[in-house]
């Protein structure tokens, strides 16, 4: 008799995503679209691909503070999810970017955070994506045919994005964002998340006392 074969997952790379009732987005981001718009005039002229953005500070701009709020609780949601101790953490970088038509935003990650995300203010028919690369960049050694993608086979993940999709990814997962084909723009608010106190709380040895990191204070 032939055993049968059972699969397990290691090491799978979370995504969390969270997404606002109509009335809420719409509200939310008709008020966004406005202060962006503030924010990033007069708009300079544009390098072929590029995007506007405003300074990655809106994290201090008491009117961003109903969209920080929901970033917090996401980032706290997916902090419980990982069993994470820690004494707490902020949102150290929040910007928006705007990709006209032709505009992108290429492979990279966003480093010295833990974790990082985006929401999705605008997004015009037809130009909502965002590809995550696969980080076992030894897992594309080899990559034969396959009948059907799936988890396990590809070595590229597109999320399809909306107006009021809030989504959240490990600060070191490669994504990026394709070309708008679109001819209007696409907006979105982009941020970065970090342990306070990183070197008193997280980074001494966890080996000096168990499993559990070191608390200094
Ligand atoms: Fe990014």
């Not at 406005?34 to 300074?55: F, N, R, Y």
Request: proline letters at 8%.
């Amino acid at each position: 008799m032939v055993a049968e074969l059972k699969v397990q997952e290691i090491y799978p790379t979370p995504l969390w995503l969270m997404d606002l009732d109509e009335k809420t987005r719409t509200r939310l981001n008709r008020d966004l679209l406005k202060k962006i718009h503030a924010l990033t005039e007069p708009k300079p002229v544009l390098p072929v691909g590029g995007s506007w953005q405003t300074d990655p500070m809106l994290q201090e701009l008491s009117e961003f503070e109903e969209l920080l709020g929901l970033i917090r609780k996401a980032a706290k949601g997916a902090l419980d999810f990982l069993q994470v101790e820690y004494d707490d953490f902020e949102i150290t970088s929040c910007w928006a970017n705007i990709n006209p038509t032709g505009g992108k935003n290429s492979s990279h990650t966003h480093p010295n955070n833990y974790l990082s995300g985006v929401y999705y203010v605008a997004v015009p028919k037809g130009t909502g994506s965002i590809d995550f690369k696969d980080p076992r960049v030894q897992a594309s050694a080899i990559m034969p045919p396959v009948k059907e993608r799936n988890a396990f086979n590809g070595n590229n993940v597109t999320v399809p994005v909306m107006e009021g999709r809030l989504i959240l990814f490990p600060a070191w997962l490669n994504h990026e964002v394709p070309v708008n084909r679109g001819d209007k723009e696409r907006v979105s608010i982009s941020f970065n998340i970090m342990f306070t106190r990183f070197t008193e709380t997280i980074s001494p040895t966890l080996w000096r006392k168990g499993s559990a990191p070191v608390r200094m204070d």
